[in-house]
């Protein structure tokens, strides 16, 4: 069951919409963002709601993806547009925004650039986006090491958080956003030992 009641419904809905691993990975990272927002004083209410749903259209039809993705007003940089991978966070921003009809700016934000990041993200957009990397499920190399980061230091967590997303992106040879360099080069100055996983 949901945390918040009043969000039933929601967690109803992405049961509908997502495999049960995935489910279970939205679960665990609206824990994770409800977690991360008691450490930084953000709103939990809102910081779950926005992790509950990050992924809400991550299962959609491919063609419907890429068709709200173009259509989102959301001004997705040319990398996203040719990145299957990464439509699901802009057509999910449009989703929670047309279909639900949740009017919080942030929240929309932070669904949109929870995958590529973006320069000076507002706290809860930050606790979603490390909250995706590192719910309770991932195992990644490093992952634990991640989650001190990110419980100790924010700024210095998104700094490492990038660097190797960016990493990973480069070894398959994918196309980055310039959102995810803007992002890179504003947060490298919260990270002045060059820490990295």
């Given at each position: 069951m ?22 279970n ?6 824990e ?5 927002a ?24 491919k ?12 001004s ?23 279909v ?19 320069a ?11 909250g ?20 100790d ?22 196309q ?22």
């Amino acid at each position: 069951m949901s945390r918040y009641k009043e969000f039933d419904s929601y967690e109803q809905l992405i049961k509908e919409r997502l495999s049960k691993k995935r489910f279970n990975h939205s679960m665990n990272v609206a824990e994770a963002c409800y977690d991360l927002a008691g450490c930084y004083g953000a709103d939990k209410k809102r910081c779950y709601l926005a992790g509950l749903l990050h992924d809400v259209m991550k299962e959609e039809e491919k063609s419907v993806q890429h068709r709200m993705t173009l259509e989102s007003g959301l001004s997705p940089d040319p990398a996203e547009c040719d990145t299957p991978a990464l439509w699901h966070g802009v057509a999910g921003a449009a989703y929670v925004r047309d279909v639900l009809h949740i009017g919080d700016e942030e929240i929309i934000r932070a669904i949109r650039f929870h995958t590529i990041g973006c320069a000076e993200m507002s706290l809860l957009e930050k606790i979603v986006y490390l909250g995706d990397m590192i719910s309770e499920e991932r195992d990644y190399k490093d992952v634990d090491k991640f989650r001190r980061f990110c419980y100790d230091d924010i700024d210095k967590a998104m700094s490492i958080g990038l660097t190797y997303g960016i990493e990973s992106v480069c070894k398959k040879c994918g196309q980055i956003p310039r959102y995810t360099f803007e992002a890179y080069n504003y947060y490298l100055k919260y990270n002045e030992k060059k820490e990295h996983l």
